[in-house]
């Protein structure tokens, strides 16, 4: 059997792909791993566990034809490829709809047409946009970037086009922090280890310590991916969150282990961002649990940058 994993050398894939071999359902496949080298992160192909079969297929998914052909013999769809730094997408909308969505869709369709078991989406709790209240999966979703908007109007039309044939599942993931072999630093609890492990001070808007956001492990969500291909595929969408923490709650954490670091606060000239509390009551209700919170995360941060404090 084969597992497929678009995106395989980012974020969560390059933890993902070393992941699925130490799980039994998944022990015995080979893992076909997609990635454009959109970013260069050709490091997550080194040290793979020599236990399993690998092989690489280094594509964009929106080439439809090379999508259909690396979807031969594939039971499983993990679909992480993205565009992900929502700032970004504000200056490539164009770009973001199309890698976001019909690649996004590309990868669908051709999964369906290969007759595959399990499609497991990557989606982002950015998709709700700002709110007071307490977020459910049923809540009216109003994204307020390029990049949420598109991967929203990719899980619905995958949705509206789920008929039961194919399992599928929409995880709507938190603000994803943690160690991975594909870092990325443009999330907040990330960027804030690494401006404190390399003695830059920090910049704290004042009023938005308070501020509340779902956040969650980068191995908690790799977990609840996992686990969707094993027990959901009902073509509905869950949101996954370790803790819905303060910004003071980061900051704190960053404090405790980084406690040479400068915290400066300044005026914003706009919070554009409210508090939101995310609900992930639905996919505990089926068996999923977290199990990092932020000071764990943190505290595995600063051992990774030890050398440096």
């Known amino acids: 059997m084969t597992t497929l994993v678009t995106g395989g050398l980012g974020y969560l894939g390059s933890r993902l792909i070393r992941e699925l071999p130490n799980h039994p359902e998944f022990s015995q496949d080979t893992i076909r791993i997609l990635d454009n080298f959109r970013q260069p992160r050709f490091h997550a192909l080194w040290d793979l566990p020599s236990y399993a079969d690998y092989e690489f297929v280094e594509t964009d998914i929106r080439n439809e034809e090379a999508v259909r052909n690396a979807m031969e013999g594939v039971d499983t769809v993990f679909h992480l490829a993205a565009i992900t730094n929502a700032p970004e997408t504000f200056d490539i909308p164009e770009k973001t709809w199309d890698v976001n969505y019909d690649g996004a869709l590309n990868v669908y369709e051709a999964a369906r047409d290969a007759d595959v078991d399990e499609f497991v989406n990557a989606v982002t709790c950015s998709v709700y946009g700002t709110t007071e209240e307490k977020i459910e999966e049923d809540f009216d979703c109003d994204p307020e970037s390029p990049y949420g908007e598109a991967k929203l109007a990719a899980e619905q ?39 404190a492990a390399t003695g830059q001070p920090l910049t704290v808007y004042e009023g938005a310590e308070d501020q509340k956001r779902p956040y969650l492990h980068v191995h908690d969500s790799v977990r609840s ?21 303060r910004l003071q709650d980061v900051v704190d954490a960053i404090v405790k282990y980084f406690p040479d670091v400068e915290i400066g606060y300044t005026e914003a000239e706009q919070l554009n961002q409210l508090s939101y509390i995310v609900s992930d009551e639905k996919i505990r209700n089926q068996g999923f649990e977290t199990c990092y919170d932020l000071d764990q995360g943190v505290a595995e941060l600063a051992d990774k940058f030890r050398a440096l404090l």
Not at 226 to 245: K, P, R, T
């Open 157 to 195: 039309e995958m949705f509206d086009r789920y008929d039961g044939e194919m399992g599928l599942t929409g995880l709507r993931l938190g603000t994803v922090y943690g160690w991975s072999t594909g870092m990325r630093f443009d999330t907040v609890v990330d960027k804030f280890a690494l401006l």
């Open 225 to 245: 991916m996992i686990f969707a291909a094993n027990e959901l595929g009902d073509g509905e969408a869950y949101n996954v969150v370790g803790e819905n923490g």
